[in-house]
């Protein structure tokens, strides 16, 4: 176990050693997941757990953290706490990976080391949800006013232009 996490790990290397990490990871770290937030406060709890299946090495962990994200109908912040697991098994091209059963999802090396931030951010935007909104409605207690630009468009009696032509159907002219 290690509370300072390493920047690149080899999960291949770390797989035979039956190797486990854990510490945590700050959110503002995390750059892509960053630019969805509405708050970058606080960190990301991980533990990652690398390990041998026979010929293959995977990569379990888990993580835990709470999210503050922009509602998309009140543009508001809210807390969104999440707890991910997940299970990886790493490859080294695609037609490894088209043979791994369901219990994981592949991993593609295509070096020696991978950013861990990186797959933690990853695994995190994955299990984003696609709007974020608050449980509840919250444009329900709101008095929508509508823009000026309504207001503007529907045309007043005394601004009327084809007022003056009803007069002088009336009047007879």
């Known amino acids: 176990m290690s509370d300072k996490l390493p920047e690149l790990i080899d999960p291949i ?3 035979e050693r039956r ?10 770290d995390l750059e892509r997941l960053s630019d969805l937030l509405a708050d970058t ?4 709890a991980i533990e990652v757990v690398f390990a041998k299946t026979g010929k293959l090495a995977t ?5 835990k953290t709470t999210l503050n994200l922009a509602c998309q109908s009140c543009l508001q912040g809210f807390a969104w706490p999440l707890e991910q697991r997940f299970k990886l098994a790493v490859v080294s091209s695609l037609q490894e990976a088209d043979k791994l059963g369901l219990d994981c999802e592949p991993l593609l090396l295509t070096g020696e080391k991978i950013s861990l931030s990186a797959l ?3 695994e995190i935007l994955l299990a ?6 608050h449980e509840h409605n919250c444009l329900s207690g709101r008095n929508v006013q509508p823009s000026d630009d309504k207001l503007e468009s529907k045309p007043s009696k005394a ?3 084809f007022s003056v032509l009803a007069k002088l159907k009336n009047t007879g002219d």
């Open 59 to 63: 990569v379990s962990g888990h993580i």
């Open 120 to 122: 933690i951010e990853d």
């Open 159 to 161: 601004n009327n232009p």
């Open 128 to 133: 984003l949800p696609d709007y974020p909104k």
């Open 41 to 44: 406060a606080g960190d990301v």
């Open 13 to 15: 290397l770390l797989a």
């Open 19 to 28: 190797s486990e990490l854990v510490g945590a990871i700050k959110i503002a």
